[in-house]
């Protein structure tokens, strides 16, 4: 009744040309009233002055003087307002459990009754309080998940479990289908579940302390292959300064090989120690789950939930650490020790003992290339093409991530990056690290990265992508795939698709092409070593109208 009462009264203290409460408010001689701007306004607009309801004319202009008593209602309509909507707060809103005994707006419940199947609020709770059988029902916190308890075949609460059929049933239930099967109480059958998790949670918790006891480990390998690195950095040079200027040349090469080495082992090492970091967080929050299902007051709940709480998770494997990155740089530095008293002619024969190079099996879990389109997201990298490096007969649009072949030059100003004669563009971003993307293809399109330097004002051998020791690129048509790297082509067959996926590992120098259908399908995949960062490079070499979009992971 007093809402209704406020909103009858935000009626009358009403504005009728801003339909808002009055501000400033002015009565006019015909007895109506109006916000002072809204009245001047409306008056200043017109050569004579009337009233905007009754259409009463005044000669002169009335004054306008602030009618207090409306402005002092309309204060007290807006506290008034304010007193009503801030008692709001005790109803039941969504995502709220509603009282079940309340006839008009339903309060919110604090407990929920697991023998009278129902939720209440404070005031109607007071019965299980005060009257001596109710006393004895079960409450706990409210709980919207009430009906879960309830039989949906008889309508009625579900109190035995069947060890036969491993779930819940009513009293007819076990009187109907499950008439000689194994039953108890669930009551008693989660005192029994309850040792399991219990066993269960000291599991999870000594499998903590083993993953905490291996990132330790792993740690103590890192500062060992660190000292054994920086050793055979400082023998190494110390040897190579004694050589003449022939091998300084092989020196430097060394050093940076040794450098890369201990950096890739190290990554190694880093990308293990997160994986179990996360393991460990994640066996974390499940002891969390465990904790709490342990202290739930509703059997059925636990139940319900326990199956898929006390499945144990594969443990990560830690590898066995046998001293061979530690072996590998001493067998470097030995390398080194012998060339260095040997003579130039023997230079060639000793020079494979003592390149470091990667033909050594990897000694840390290796990280292995992502198989789902999920596991690639992971990886996912939000690039938009290079404006300044497009060639003329392309369009880009669609904030940049997307090429069309124009029958026509467009108008583009003069800069040095711009591809003069090859119809390619570059991205504005560099590749490092790990990186996915990918492209959606309509007609012949290249998809390729190259590295910044890549030549532009040559012939497309010189600078199409693909033809030269700078690029690598995939060309999609309708008649299939073909790579092509350092002029070398090589035909690729898989299913055909419009979206191309390319996935780059940078540190481990791999670069994958993927056709993607409803799997991941590997078309092309390089080894090599990149020296540079790399960028995404998108070549439209056949027919105007011809797209490549750059895939939006926003």
């Given at each position: 009744?007093?809402?209704?009462?406020?909103?009858?009264?935000?009626?009358?203290?009403?504005?009728?040309?801003?339909?808002?409460?009055?501000?400033?408010?002015?009565?006019?001689?015909?007895?109506?009233?109006?916000?002072?701007?809204?009245?001047?306004?409306?008056?200043?607009?017109?050569?004579?002055?009337?009233?905007?309801?009754?259409?009463?004319?005044?000669?002169?202009?009335?004054?306008?003087?602030?009618?207090?008593?409306?402005?002092?209602?309309?204060?007290?309509?807006?506290?008034?307002?304010?007193?009503?909507?801030?008692?709001?707060?005790?109803?039941?809103?969504?995502?709220?459990?509603?009282?079940?005994?309340?006839?008009?707006?339903?309060?919110?419940?604090?407990?929920?009754?697991?023998?009278?199947m129902a939720s209440y609020c404070e005031q109607h709770l007071q019965?299980?309080?005060?009257?001596?059988?109710?006393?004895?029902?079960?409450?706990?916190?409210?709980?919207?998940?009430?009906?879960?308890?309830?039989?949906?075949?008889?309508?009625?609460?579900?109190?035995?479990?069947?060890?036969?059929?491993?779930?819940?049933?009513?009293?007819?239930?076990?009187?109907?289908?499950?008439?000689?099967?194994?039953?108890?109480?669930?009551?008693?059958?989660?005192?029994?579940?309850?040792?399991?998790?219990?066993?269960?949670?000291?599991?999870?918790?000594?499998?903590?302390?083993?993953?905490?006891?291996?990132?330790?480990?792993?740690?103590?390998?890192?500062?060992?292959?660190?000292?054994?690195?920086?050793?055979?950095?400082?023998?190494?040079?110390?040897?190579?300064?004694?050589?003449?200027?022939?091998?300084?040349?092989?020196?430097?090469?060394?050093?940076?090989?040794?450098?890369?080495?201990?950096?890739?082992?190290?990554?190694?090492?880093?990308?293990?120690?997160?994986?179990?970091?996360?393991?460990?967080?994640?066996?974390?929050?499940?002891?969390?789950?465990?904790?709490q299902l342990s202290l739930t007051e509703d059997h059925l709940h636990?139940?319900?939930?326990?199956?898929?709480?006390?499945?144990?998770?594969?443990?990560?494997?830690?590898?066995?650490?046998?001293?061979?990155?530690?072996?590998?740089?001493?067998?470097?530095?030995?390398?080194?020790?012998?060339?260095?008293?040997?003579?130039?002619?023997?230079?060639?024969?000793?020079?494979?003992?003592?390149?470091?190079?990667?033909?050594?099996?990897?000694?840390?879990?290796?990280?292995?290339?992502?198989?789902?389109?999920?596991?690639?997201?992971?990886?996912?990298?939000?690039?938009?093409?290079?404006?300044?490096?497009?060639?003329?007969?392309?369009?880009?649009?669609?904030?940049?991530?997307?090429?069309?072949?124009?029958?026509?030059?467009?108008?583009?100003?003069?800069?040095?990056?711009?591809?003069?004669?090859?119809?390619?563009?570059?991205?504005?971003?560099?590749?490092?690290?790990?990186?996915?993307?990918?492209?959606?293809?309509?007609?012949?399109?290249?998809?390729?990265?190259?590295?910044?330097?890549?030549?532009?004002?040559?012939?497309?051998?010189?600078?199409?992508?693909?033809?030269?020791?700078?690029?690598?690129?995939?060309?999609?048509?309708g008649s299939g795939y073909n790579f092509k790297h350092n002029n070398?082509?090589?035909?690729?067959?898989?299913?055909?698709?419009?979206?191309?996926?390319?996935?780059?590992?940078?540190?481990?120098?791999?670069?994958?092409?993927?056709?993607?259908?409803?799997?991941?399908?590997?078309?092309?995949?390089?080894?090599?070593?990149?020296?540079?960062?790399?960028?995404?490079?998108?070549?439209?070499?056949?027919?105007?109208?011809?797209?490549?979009?750059?895939?939006?992971?926003?």
């Amino acid at each position: 009744m007093a809402l209704q009462l406020i909103q009858l009264d935000q009626e009358k203290l009403s504005c009728s040309i801003c339909l808002d409460l009055l501000k400033d408010p002015v009565t006019i001689p015909c007895g109506h009233s109006y916000c002072m701007d809204c009245i001047k306004n409306c008056w200043d607009e017109k050569e004579t002055h009337s009233c905007p309801q009754c259409r009463q004319t005044f000669t002169p202009t009335p004054v306008l003087v602030k009618n207090m008593i409306l402005g002092e209602l309309v204060e007290d309509l807006k506290k008034a307002e304010h007193s009503t909507a801030s008692s709001d707060h005790t109803f039941a809103g969504p995502g709220d459990v509603a009282c079940d005994f309340c006839s008009e707006r339903k309060l919110k419940a604090s407990k929920s009754c697991l023998v009278c199947m129902a939720s209440y609020c404070e005031q109607h709770l007071q019965p299980h309080y005060n009257v001596a059988p109710l006393k004895k029902h079960k409450l706990i916190k409210a709980t919207s998940k009430l009906q879960e308890n309830i039989c949906p075949r008889h309508d009625e609460v579900m109190k035995i479990f069947c060890r036969t059929d491993q779930q819940c049933i009513c009293y007819l239930c076990l009187m109907d289908e499950h008439k000689d099967h194994v039953t108890v109480s669930a009551a008693a059958e989660r005192a029994e579940k309850q040792k399991d998790l219990e066993t269960n949670q000291q599991n999870v918790q000594q499998r903590i302390q083993n993953r905490e006891k291996d990132v330790k480990v792993l740690q103590e390998q890192v500062e060992a292959m660190n000292l054994s690195a920086d050793k055979a950095f400082r023998e190494c040079d110390k040897a190579f300064k004694n050589l003449i200027s022939l091998i300084e040349k092989k020196s430097s090469e060394v050093k940076q090989q040794i450098r890369s080495k201990q950096k890739c082992e190290q990554n190694r090492v880093k990308e293990l120690q997160e994986k179990i970091e996360q393991e460990i967080r994640d066996l974390r929050r499940r002891d969390t789950e465990l904790q709490q299902l342990s202290l739930t007051e509703d059997h059925l709940h636990f139940l319900k939930n326990y199956s898929s709480l006390s499945h144990q998770s594969a443990s990560t494997n830690v590898p066995t650490y046998n001293n061979l990155t530690l072996q590998y740089f001493e067998d470097v530095t030995a390398s080194v020790s012998r060339t260095r008293d040997k003579v130039k002619a023997l230079l060639s024969d000793e020079w494979p003992k003592i390149s470091v190079g990667t033909t050594k099996a990897d000694i840390l879990l290796p990280q292995g290339e992502p198989k789902t389109r999920d596991d690639f997201l992971k990886y996912s990298c939000q690039i938009t093409l290079d404006i300044d490096t497009v060639n003329t007969l392309l369009s880009l649009s669609d904030s940049n991530r997307k090429v069309t072949l124009m029958s026509r030059n467009q108008s583009y100003p003069s800069h040095p990056d711009r591809f003069l004669v090859c119809r390619q563009v570059l991205s504005r971003e560099g590749l490092t690290g790990h990186c996915y993307l990918e492209v959606k293809c309509n007609g012949m399109v290249g998809v390729a990265v190259a590295y910044k330097d890549i030549g532009r004002r040559g012939t497309v051998k010189e600078c199409g992508f693909g033809f030269n020791d700078k690029s690598w690129a995939l060309t999609v048509s309708g008649s299939g795939y073909n790579f092509k790297h350092n002029n070398i082509s090589t035909l690729i067959s898989g299913p055909l698709s419009s979206r191309i996926g390319v996935y780059l590992d940078h540190r481990a120098g791999t670069l994958s092409f993927y056709s993607i259908t409803e799997t991941m399908n590997l078309l092309h995949r390089v080894q090599t070593r990149f020296t540079q960062p790399l960028h995404a490079g998108l070549w439209l070499p056949q027919s105007a109208g011809d797209t490549a979009e750059l895939f939006d992971f926003k």
